[in-house]
């Protein structure tokens, strides 16, 4: 993808691209799902797109799978996993999920963090259930 950006050009600048490579990613999961099995053999799917706040894109995927009794919650959680990278082994990484994609703690326990104005989380959090 990046070999058709002028240049100085990044993601950023491409937009019409990054959504046509995530589409193209996102087409590749479902294919890989339906032919492989991953879970088992896929009878119905459905999926929808929603953007962020910032026009990020992201996708949530509901399958139906045959043989259900097969499937185990360990094949689950090999496939799928969300982890924030490891501190020593990829410091940057780490400090890029921690600071762009998880929110708080903030008010009283953290009024350093950027959410903060005149001491109140700008973001309304913590939010009461």
Known sequence: MTSEFFKGQIAADRLDLAAHYWELVVKDLIDQLNNFGVFGR??????????QKRGLPHVHLLL??????????ETI???ISA??????????LHDLVMSKMIHGPCSALNPSRPCMKNGRCNKSYPNSF
Do not use: S
Not at 42 to 51: G, L, Q, S
């Open 42 to 51: 896929v009878t119905a799917y459905t999926a929808v797109v929603e953007y």
């Open 64 to 73: 139906w799978v045959q043989d259900k009794d097969n499937l185990r919650l």
């Open 77 to 79: 959680d090999d496939t």
């Open 83 to 92: 982890e924030i990278p490891d501190k020593n082994k990829d410091p940057k």
